[in-house]
Each structure stands twice: as C-alpha cells, then as structure tokens.
T-cell receptor, first 109, second 113 residues
Framework: GQNIDQPTEMTATEGAIVQINCTYQTSGFNGLFWYQQHAGEAPTFLSY????GLEEKGRFSSFLSRSKGYSYLLLKELQMKDSASYLC??????????FGAGTTVTVRA | IAGITQAPTSQILAAGRRMTLRCTQD?????MYWYRQDLGLGLRLIHY???????GKGEVPDGYSVSRANTDDFPLTLASAVPSQTSVYFC????????????FGPGTRLTVT
C-alpha cells in the first residue's frame, strides 16, 4: 500500500502565496499528480511530475524530489476561487493512483 | 455526451437492496476506475479496468463488483448495500494505464439507511 501525507487545512490571504506539502512512501513510483476539488464537485487535474524539479503552469507550480519522497504545490497570487481541496496522488508501480486525504485551502479577503 | 457521465446524481437506498451505479465515457479511454470518497480518508480505489473485458480489485473492493463489456461503460454494483457504503462515488478514466491524467465524472452521492 501507499502512505501519502499532506496537511489537513491551510488559510491564506488573497494575493498571497501558499505552499502545500506532500510526502509519500510507495511501492514503485510512476509519477505524482495534483488535483483541485471544489466542494461538491469532481477533482480536476492540475499538474504532473515524474522527474525531479519544478513544473510551472501559470499561477500554479509543482515540485518533486523522488529521493526524498516529497512534493509541493505552490499557488501564487491567490484568488478567492482558489478556495478548494488540493489532492496529492501518487501513481505506483502497477500504475494505480493512491490519493492523500487532501488539503483544504481557504482564501480570505 | 462530453467526458464522463454518472447516474444517478444521488440516491437514498435501504440496507440490503441491490444498486448499480452507472458510468459512461465518450473519450475512448482504455482505462476506467471507481473510487469512493469519505471525509478525512480521501479517494480510495474500489475497482479498475485497464481495457474492455478486464477488471481488477483496488484498495477497498469488498461488497462491490464491476464489469467492462465495452470501452464506454463501467457499472459498479452493490449486491446488498450496507450503511458503511454511504459515500460519494466517483468514476474516472484515462487514455491508458501508463500515461495521462485521470478524468473524473461528477460523482454519485449514495446514502444507505
């Protein structure tokens, strides 16, 4: 099985930056995904990392260190619409996804 | 149809009843998945199918069964529902097992009383 840990909740101010950390222990590794999920809706894909380093996509960036079993999602210039849950997911050696419990981010004006 | 659809949107079901949750995708994706999402536990994989005609067990398969007769449809059946199966169920698909992100359907909110 997999062990994926991320903080339960984070709060930040509109326009600020927030970093959501994710640590994992897996049997095999075939990539790490970040999903965004607004309350009552389906998860939607944000980013994918399979090699070490930073992937930037607009206001969102994701970092991976395979040797440390560590990733983070960086949200810049926070907007009210960024209030959501952010899910870290690891694809294992059998190509199945295991999800963390999610981090609820609340953006305050 | 665009993407993945699930039916019903929500359902209240008496314990002991049989229920099938429907999932259809029109993206011609090979792989399909069923997850349940419970507060504090995140998404957990119930069953999956890498291609039409094959299925496999995920992390929490007990009490559930699936079939994959064709590429588009992947129904999930609860043979005899129990209250612990109260959850939000998401169907997802991906182009293949080795590549691409998973796309999720809108979910089915199931309450077993």
């Amino acid at each position: 099985g997999q062990n994926i840990d991320q903080p339960t909740e984070m709060t930040a101010t509109e326009g600020a930056i927030v970093q959501i950390n994710c640590t994992y222990q897996t049997s095999g590794f075939n990539g790490l995904f970040w999903y965004q999920q607004h309350a009552g809706e389906a998860p939607t894909f944000l980013s994918y990392n399979v090699l070490d380093g930073l992937e930037e996509k607009g206001r969102f960036s994701s970092f991976l260190s395979r040797s440390k079993g560590y990733s983070y999602l960086l949200l810049k210039e926070l907007q009210m619409k960024d209030s959501a849950s952010y899910l870290c997911a690891v694809r294992d050696g059998d190509y199945k996804l295991s999800f963390g419990a999610g981090t609820t981010v609340t953006v305050r004006a | 149809i665009a993407g993945i659809t699930q039916a019903p949107t929500s359902q209240i079901l008496a314990a002991g009843r049989r229920m099938t949750l429907r999932c259809t995708q029109d993206m011609r994706h090979n792989a399909m998945y069923w997850y349940r999402q419970d507060l504090g536990l995140g998404l957990r994989l119930i069953h999956y199918s890498n291609t039409a005609g094959t299925t496999g067990k995920g992390e929490v398969p007990d009490g559930y069964s699936v079939s994959r007769a064709n590429t588009d449809d992947f129904p999930l059946t609860l043979a005899s529902a129990v209250p612990s199966q109260t959850s939000v169920y998401f169907c997802a698909s991906s182009p293949g097992t080795g590549g691409g992100e998973q796309y999720f359907g809108p979910g089915t909110r199931l309450t077993v009383t």
